[in-house]
């Protein structure tokens, strides 16, 4: 994908979208406890429940049943191999290729991350890239965030997307140029991506950092940033201009 389309297209992604630098935390060192229960939001504010066990992780759906006839959906991530604290081999049932999953703390007791970047055919071939291969800058892009059900309960009722001050929108825009680096260092080492992921990649990192101004992204409202700051020249020319991925 030619670097001048993308550049576009970011600059029409970010009408609605903060765009903020990946490195929003220092990982932390050392064996933290990660719980055992962790909870992800989706795009669409839907709330999945991540228990640990002993040979694999067990995905729930959180959510009301308000038919006598429905069912929870239920995922396994299957656990080849603990590789150390924070590093596991895992399956997919019915997926022939592995991948490594790592988890890291943000913030202990409420918020962590993780991320699948090495993929291979057996347990061997995956611990050699872990163990050869350099990690990418980019990597953090593929981060996604996990919070305990105390910090789970608080982003309940936590202000959503249409609440964000100028002050708080500001500092999330500041974040631009760095993360446009990344991304043109995914780009170089993925030719041809698509846009969408992009996009998502975007979007991701732009909920984590609000998650840490005290927003609760994933809440389903409505807004519209340059109505909201409509005159506000230095608002609307963060939200307009494209990312440089000189």
Request: with cysteine.
């Amino acid at each position: 994908m030619k670097l001048s389309r993308i550049r576009r297209w970011i600059a029409i992604i970010t009408l609605g979208t903060v765009l903020f630098c990946p490195k929003l935390y220092a990982q932390e060192s050392g064996h933290a406890v990660i719980p055992k229960t962790l909870y992800v939001f989706g795009s669409y504010g839907d709330l999945n429940r991540y228990n640990e066990k002993e040979s694999l992780f067990l995905i729930t759906e959180e959510r009301e049943l308000y038919d006598e006839n429905a069912v929870l959906r239920v995922d396994t991530i299957l656990i080849k191999e603990r590789i150390d604290y924070h590093n596991y081999i895992i399956a997919r049932p019915g997926r022939a290729s592995l991948g490594l999953l790592q988890r890291d703390v943000v913030i202990p007791d409420s918020i962590y991350v993780a991320s699948t970047y090495i993929e291979g055919k057996s347990v061997e071939e995956v611990k050699k890239k872990f163990k050869d291969a350099p990690k990418q800058p980019w990597f953090s892009l593929l981060n996604r965030q996990l919070f305990t059900k105390a910090k789970m309960e608080k982003m309940k009722e936590a202000p959503g997307l249409d609440e964000i001050t100028r002050k708080d929108l500001l500092e999330s825009l500041s974040w631009r140029e760095a993360i446009g680096k990344e991304l043109k260092a995914y780009l170089d080492s993925n030719p041809g991506m698509s846009p969408n992921r992009i996009y998502r990649m975007v979007e991701n990192y732009r909920n984590q950092k609000l998650v840490l101004l005290g927003y609760n992204p994933y809440k389903q409202v409505v807004y519209n940033w340059q109505k909201q700051f409509d005159g506000d020249e230095e608002i609307i020319k963060l939200l307009t201009e494209p990312i440089s991925f000189d």
